[in-house]
């Protein structure tokens, strides 16, 4: 629970967890040569967990979402998941985007490693199968990811080419690319990955945030978007009070003539 309580604490709008089993996940060529992949069953989230975690999601005020990795996992996350995540590894696999989209329930989709007409390849088959509300990811699949290999204009093309949302997701744990991101791209949602305390088993690859580290980035933005305004071009509350002393519009001395006349009957 600590790891939803910081989230939440940093101003997070959602947490993601993974639901996978090590042997539904690699194919057992693999994990028969593979004591490290066969480590990773240590990862695994117990369905039962799901629950719990989905509560205290929501009572910190947060989105809850998990990311399904067999195909009885998205049946097993449907009571408690606000939306569902494909990962950029999953992308390939149409039965699971196809469940994920008959749930009616909202999709996000990493696109790591993909061309253009893969990612279209999933789109229509989500929407196909009954899907409506679609965010794409621009992800690279780099741990971490190499400033020069971002490729952030990669959002507005898929923007372009799906009139979905577009988000970043984020293996750079760099602030100017997250902020770029935003700014200049206009990424819709963004994903990283945590850990509060930098004991984690990803952490070593260096795509971990730390909470100090991401938490002025979002605040940073929270700003932004508190500052935009409506975009009415009309006097605020904070100049409501001087607008009187504005020059006259006959004279040009400041301020109108109403409020010279009470002045003068001061006098």
């Known amino acids: 629970m600590d790891f939803i309580d910081v989230s939440a604490d940093i101003g997070c ?26 480590r990773r069953k240590h990862w695994e989230l117990p369905v039962e967990f799901l629950k719990p975690l989905a509560e205290r999601s ?13 195909l009885e996992a998205v049946e097993e996350m449907l009571p408690y ?3 569902y995540k494909i990962a950029s590894y999953e992308m390939p696999w149409d039965d699971l985007i196809r469940a994920c989209a ?3 329930k909202p ?17 229509e088959v989500f929407e196909q199968a009954g899907g409506r509300d679609l965010t794409l990811l621009h992800c690279i699949s780099g741990y971490p990811t190499p400033l020069e290999q971002c490729n952030l204009s ?12 577009v988000g970043w997701s984020d293996h750079s744990r760099n602030p100017l690319v997250v902020s770029r991101a935003i700014e200049k ?23 971990c945030w730390l909470p100090e580290e991401i938490a002025p980035v979002i605040a940073f933005h929270r700003q932004g978007t508190l500052i935009d305004g409506s975009g009415e071009k009309a006097p605020t509350a904070a100049e409501i009070e001087d607008r009187p002393w504005r020059a006259s ?3 040009g001395l400041r301020p109108n003539k109403s409020v010279r006349a009470q002045w003068a009957s001061k006098s």
């Open 13 to 38: 709008d959602a947490v993601k967890f993974q639901l996978f089993r090590i042997d539904e996940l690699f194919a057992p060529e693999i994990l028969k040569c593979s004591e490290e992949h066969r």
């Open 185 to 207: 791209w206009g990424a819709s949602v963004i994903e990283f990955h945590l850990d509060i305390d930098g004991a984690g088993a990803e952490y070593e690859t260096g795509h």
């Open 102 to 104: 008959q749930t009616g």
């Open 249 to 251: 519009p006959d004279d």
């Open 154 to 165: 990669a959002i507005a093309t898929l923007r372009d080419a799906f009139g979905c949302k």
């Open 107 to 123: 999709l996000v989709m990493s696109t790591g490693m993909a061309y253009l007409a893969e990612v279209a390849h999933a789109v």
């Open 58 to 70: 929501h009572k910190k005020g947060m989105q809850f979402s998990c990311t399904p990795f067999y």
């Open 81 to 83: 998941v606000d939306f």
